[in-house]
Structure formats: C-alpha cells, structure tokens
C-alpha cells in the first residue's frame, strides 16, 4: 500500500494558488505500482455483478480501461461536453467558480448494464455525482464507485453516500 502511496507526487499551486495537485504520472510510469493500484481497485467489488467499467475523462480513462481489460470487462467512457460523436445525455454539476457539463451516449447503459463507476480521485464529489446520475439516467445500475486517491478532507464521500465507494489511498 506504501509503494503506491509513495509514487503520487504532491504539486502546489497547481493549476492555482492553494491547490495541493495529487500528480499519478509517477506511478503511471512505474509497473509494478500501475499494477498493484489495478488489483487493488478489482479487490473493492464483485467481477461477476458488474457488465462495464465507466471512466470519467481524463485520468479516470487509464485506471478504469486498465481495469476493464484485466477484468474482460466493457469500456465506457464519460465526457466533458461536445466530445461524443453520437446522441447523448447530459448532467450540469457545479464547481468551484462555474459549472461544468458531462455527458455519455445513450445506449452505453442499454439493457440496464451493472457499472462500475472509476476517477483517479475523490475530492468534493460533484463529478462523481454528476457521473453517477448520468448513468442511472441512461438506464445504467451503479455497483460501486472506486478511486485511486480520496482527500477525505473535503467529505466527498457524503454526497456519494447512496453508493458503495472504495479508495485506495486517504489524504
Ligand atoms: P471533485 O468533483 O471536487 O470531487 O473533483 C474531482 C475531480 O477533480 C477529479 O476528476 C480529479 O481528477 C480532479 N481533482 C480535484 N482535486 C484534485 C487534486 N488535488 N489533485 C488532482 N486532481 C484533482
């Protein structure tokens, strides 16, 4: 569990002033920690109830196609807007400064497809949530939602409290 705690690397100021960036590329580039982070995030559910791993753009695309393929398991991905090339649903979640929209195709789900839902980090969990309605408002079901890194600081797990979350590491 150390090994792939010592491979985040902590950034200040970045992308402004006050933010503590948890950077992933050290253990991205490292095997043996890009690994053991899949296998610990395939321990924190049942394979066999889950239909498709969904990412959230963009980091949250390696470890969850990552996980699909270990797990012989579909990949969906979840958007920023304008991205997807064919009919879509989209939820508006706040930020900080602003909102932000997401959004996925509306057959990703189809035939009410078990998800698993995967970031690379849990912070106030509005983007998780977002993500989270937006699969269930295509039909999807979710199993569970799974981060590499929770700043548990920042209580983002209450907003996600209708779900089953795991984490692999806790700041
Ligand atoms: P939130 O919606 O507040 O839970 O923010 C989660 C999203 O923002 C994730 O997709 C993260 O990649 C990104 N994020 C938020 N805070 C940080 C941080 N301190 N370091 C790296 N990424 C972050």
């Given at each position: 569990m150390d090994k792939v705690k010592d491979l985040i690397r902590n950034v200040p100021d970045f992308p402004k002033p006050g933010i503590m960036f948890k950077d992933i590329t050290p253990l991205l580039k490292n095997a043996e920690g890009f690994n053991r982070t899949i296998e610990l995030m395939a321990a924190g559910f049942n394979?066999?109830?889950?239909?498709?791993?969904?990412?959230?753009?963009?980091?949250?695309?390696?470890?969850?196609?990552?996980?699909?393929?270990?797990?012989?398991?579909?990949?969906?991905?979840?958007?920023?807007?304008?991205?997807?090339?064919?009919?879509?649903t989209k939820v508006k979640y706040s930020l900080e400064y602003g909102e932000d929209v997401i959004e996925v195709h509306n057959d990703a789900f189809s035939g009410?497809?078990?998800?698993?839902?995967?970031?690379?980090?849990?912070?106030?969990?509005?983007?998780?949530?977002?993500?989270?309605?937006?699969?269930?408002?295509?039909?999807g079901k979710i199993n569970s939602v799974q981060f590499v890194i929770e700043l548990s600081f920042l209580n983002g797990r209450d907003l996600l409290k209708n779900y089953k979350v795991n984490s692999i590491l806790s700041y």
């Open positions: 394979a066999d109830d889950v239909d498709v791993i969904c990412g959230i753009e963009s980091r949250g695309f390696i470890f969850a196609s990552a996980l699909a393929l270990k797990l012989k398991k579909g990949f969906v991905p979840i958007r920023k807007a304008g991205k997807l090339p064919w009919e879509t009410g497809a078990r998800a698993v839902l995967v970031d690379d980090l849990l912070a106030t969990g509005g983007t998780a949530k977002a993500a989270c309605e937006l699969i269930e408002k295509t039909g």
